[in-house]
């Protein structure tokens, strides 16, 4: 059954009738992954998944966010045991909220199911050699959201440059001082987010940019909101919001998440079209 989709049309197992000469896909577990067309911006996002991360609203925004620009294809993995190095090897774009655990309830296409089965792991070694293999070696980008830095892999903390620290009660937040200098953040000024979990990070690496910090309004814990820096040939961009819907409505939160997919391309930033409401 298809799992992978651009826009509303599903790909997969329709792509079999083509040879293959006509199509060099990547095989994944899942079915079949159209090749990237010249010219094409390729995203693969795993977000959410999990009993405490809700995979559907940032797939909602994302796709809301990006969807006006026309060459890119964002494609959405359902579920991490259809996430492989094959996937990513001509991705633009990696975008992961995900944590160190397996999924919770595995994916079945079946529709009608009476049972519930744990699912695989998205943070495996092998998976984890492959992200680091091609931001350095390839330059892919790669947007780390949330609780990514729990990943639990030393490849993709190393990766990350930072040490991360468990966040407190969910609760509102203040962003602020944004970095002035840096394309992320500058011209931004300080803004609010209603209710988030705060993660924390210690940065490991003087090569790491700051790029903003968030106090929690009850437990006022000031520590890292968001980070960038460079590995090899790719750029890394950390952001430790986004575990509710409140986060991801505030413009100020997706002007900086358009901003850093273009910086970790290593592209140019074009202006920001505005905020969606991609919740109708």
Known sequence: MALFRRGRRLIGSSMRAFSAS????????????MPKSPGETKVVAIMGGDYGHNPIFPELFVRGLFGSLPSWRIIFVQASRFFT???????????????????????????????AGKGALLWTDENAAAIVANIRDRGMGFLAMHNTVS??????????????????????????????????????????????????????????????????????????????????????????????????????????????????MNRNIPRFPGAVNALG
């Open 22 to 33: 006509q199509v060099s896909a990547a095989e994944t577990a899942g079915g079949v992954v």
């Open 85 to 115: 190095p094959g996937l990513i090897a001509d991705a633009d774009l990696l975008i992961t909220s995900r944590h160190m655990r397996p999924d919770d309830i595995d994916f079945r296409p079946d529709g009608l199911v009476d049972s």
């Open 151 to 264: 990943s639990g892999n030393k490849q993709i903390e190393d990766l990350l440059g930072v040490i991360p620290i468990p966040h407190n009660e969910i609760q509102p937040l203040w962003a602020h001082d944004l970095n002035g200098d840096h394309p992320i953040t500058s011209g931004m000024g300080t803004f609010f987010l209603p209710l988030d979990e705060q993660f924390g990070a210690v940065v490991k690496s003087s090569y790491t940019t700051m790029l903003f910090q968030t106090t929690g309004i009850h437990d006022k814990r000031i520590t890292v909101g968001g980070w960038c820096r460079e590995n090899g040939r790719g750029r890394i961009v950390g952001l430790l919001p986004g575990h509710t819907r409140n986060t991801y409505a505030i413009p100020e939160f997706q002007e900086i998440l358009w901003r850093a997919a273009h910086w970790a």
